[in-house]
């Protein structure tokens, strides 16, 4: 049995401004989509302060982002999942069919997030469980290493039978018995200890271990979702079938570290295990669905595949607004689940949507074109903006890769300028831009003695004016 020491549940410290704080330190501008995923947040932090009576009255309320592509839509859902400590996946709507179709079902997406919190429960319930499972873990490498005591049976009738003397006689075999005992005990004292104090670390030791292999993933690999009904042929089967194990050789420390992983997966629960994760996911759960406008036809009219792409949303109906689904672990009702669907939106628009599926996202939030500005900020200051990646890359060749202000400022207002003349790709024109900026020093700097490049705005129009400048190049890249 394992006691849980701590919980998967929410951090109750993430209030809206700290996660926009977080939130902060990746994206730049979008203030509104910001706002509104940390309410979104926040109120599941709130729901669950209150008695179940009202929580289950309390209906999570589903965001639709709108924005031009590039402009950071994914990469706040990205990051509110690292945040939020919350079961998360995130889907792209186009990767779906219509039940009955060939493809993945909505369903999966369910179950997915279902994985995702046992899988998070099961980490945290196995490192709960580190301590006695080193204990074990230990015992059964002393008995692999030990030669096994030789077992000179006490039993007095047993012994008479056996060597035709009586009880007397054998008195002094027990006595043997019990100073061969203390001597074993005592073997097993000092070998404990230097395997504690890592002694043995490199010795070599045979182990038996479970036999990963499993004789019937021919079906597919194992733990495949074979018959899509969240049931798991290998499992099932494994279930039944005696677990088998083998023998392997290695060094102590690598024996070590094995044993107390399977001796911590035999003390996990498991049943607690599901109950928690299930709980978790229906209640905590956060799904993203991204390219939702591919799945929109326009006008509402559709014919041919565009029946497929209607028929993805009615699907999705249920899944959002509430129902049961079946996974391996148990039912999930899906009524908590937050969903924050995101598109672009640019041939269709979000009325495009069936109506049901549209009134079932009553937040919407539009993200905003980049601006100039917004295209400098981005270059600089995230965590890991592409700027600090690539000075990042420079340095490993011992050249300090440095720029202006100003050279900042050029790469900026080109991507602004191209994205406005040609196709809005927002900033992953930066991407672009940079590579091809840098392309000549990414090459070179290998073999320079170059201790500093600095890019200056001459440098960036030398280098990128060709580019803006000449359609026929730029055709070529993006
Ligand atoms: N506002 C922003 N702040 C910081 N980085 C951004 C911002 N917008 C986009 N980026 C960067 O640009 C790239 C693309 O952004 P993202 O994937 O979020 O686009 P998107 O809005 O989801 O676009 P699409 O509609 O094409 O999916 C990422 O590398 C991301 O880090
Ligand atoms: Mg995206």
Do not use: C, W
Not at 99 to 126: C, H, N, P, Q, W
Not at 187 to 213: A, H, Q, W
Not at 258 to 277: G, H, N, R, V
């Amino acid at each position: 049995m394992t006691t849980v020491t701590k919980s998967n549940k929410l951090n109750p410290d993430l209030t809206p401004s700290k996660i926009i704080e977080h939130l902060n330190r990746y994206i730049i501008g979008q203030d509104k989509a910001k706002r509104s995923v940390a309410i979104a947040l926040r109120n599941r932090i709130r729901r669950r302060a209150l008695p179940p009576e009202m929580s289950h009255e309390i209906m999570p309320k589903n965001i639709l982002m709108v924005g031009p592509t590039g402009v950071g839509k994914t990469e706040i859902a990205r990051r509110l999942a690292t945040l939020s400590n919350a079961p998360f996946v995130k889907v792209e709507a186009t990767k779906f069919t219509e039940v009955g179709y060939v493809g993945r079902d909505v369903e999966t997406i369910i179950r997915d997030l279902t994985e995702f919190a046992v899988s998070m429960v099961r980490k945290r319930m196995i490192e709960a469980v580190q301590k006695p499972a080193l204990e074990k873990a230990e015992q059964r490498l002393l008995d692999a290493m030990l030669p096994k005591p030789e077992k000179k049976f006490s039993m007095p009738e047993f012994m008479k039978a056996f060597t035709g003397k009586d009880e007397d006689e054998n008195k002094e075999d027990s006595d043997e018995n019990a100073i061969e005992a203390e001597k074993n005990e005592r073997t097993r004292k000092r070998f404990l200890k230097m395997l504690r104090d890592g002694k043995l670390d490199g010795r070599d030791v045979e182990i038996e271990v479970n036999d990963s292999t499993s004789p019937i993933s021919v079906f597919g690999a194992p733990g495949v979702d074979i018959l899509g009904m969240g049931i798991n042929i290998n499992e099932m089967l494994g279930g039944i079938m005696p677990k088998k194990t083998k023998k392997r050789s290695m060094k102590v420390k690598e024996a070590l570290r094995i044993l107390q992983q399977e001796e911590a997966e035999k003390l996990i629960d498991t049943e607690a295990m599901s109950k928690e994760a299930l709980d978790l996911a229906q209640e905590d759960g956060i799904v993203f669905l991204d390219e939702i406008d591919k799945v929109v036809v326009k006008g509402g009219n559709s014919h041919g595949p565009d029946v497929s792409r209607e028929g993805v949303q009615r699907d999705l109906l249920p899944i959002v607004e509430g129902s049961v689904v079946q996974t391996r672990y148990g039912p999930v009702k899906t009524d908590h689940i937050l969903f924050i669907a995101a598109g672009a939106f640019s041939g269709v628009k979000p009325s495009d949507l069936i109506p049901e599926l549209q009134g079932r996202f009553p937040i919407r939030v539009e993200l905003e074109p980049l601006t100039i500005e917004n295209l400098k900020r981005i270059l600089t200051e995230p965590e890991n903006s592409l700027i600090r990646q690539y000075e990042a890359l420079i340095s490993t060749e011992g050249t300090e890769l440095t720029f202006t202000d100003e050279a900042t400022q050029e790469i900026a207002r080109l991507a602004h300028k191209m994205n406005s003349e040609m196709e809005d790709i927002g900033a992953r024109r930066l991407h672009t831009m940079m590579e091809q900026l840098l392309e000549e020093i990414s090459f070179n700097v290998s073999d320079m003695a170059e201790e500093k490049i600095e890019i200056t705005a001459d440098v960036v129009r030398e280098k990128l004016s060709k580019l803006v400048e000449n359609r026929d190049i730029r055709r070529y890249l993006l």
